[in-house]
């Protein structure tokens, strides 16, 4: 599903305009980014998960087109933790 029927799915659903949906899709968006900005960032949403930072440490990896190995520096980077009730759905589609 792309965010273009994601938010005519929301609109539809929503009973309102795709404008408003779109709207409230991209605040929902900018709400998740700023709060994994933060150094304790995390964000829970019920029903369908919690998204939050994580540290990676610094490991070796492998260049696949020469097979040399580099440094991979350690880094910060999103997460996210799906809900007992996303995993039921999930299930459910198969």
Not at 25 to 38: E, P, Q, R, W, Y
């Amino acid at each position: 599903m792309t965010k273009a029927e994601l938010v005519n799915k929301m609109a539809e659903e929503a009973g309102i305009t795709k404008r408003a949906a779109a709207s409230a899709l991209n605040a929902f968006i900018v709400s998740i980014h700023d709060s994994l900005k933060k150094k304790t960032g995390r964000i829970r949403v019920a029903d369908l998960g919690t998204f939050y930072v994580s540290k990676r440490k610094a490991r070796t990896g492998v260049n696949p087109q020469t097979r040399k190995k580099i440094k991979i520096p350690a880094m910060t980077v999103p997460r996210f933790s799906a809900s007992k009730a996303l995993r039921e759905a999930a299930k459910k589609s198969k």
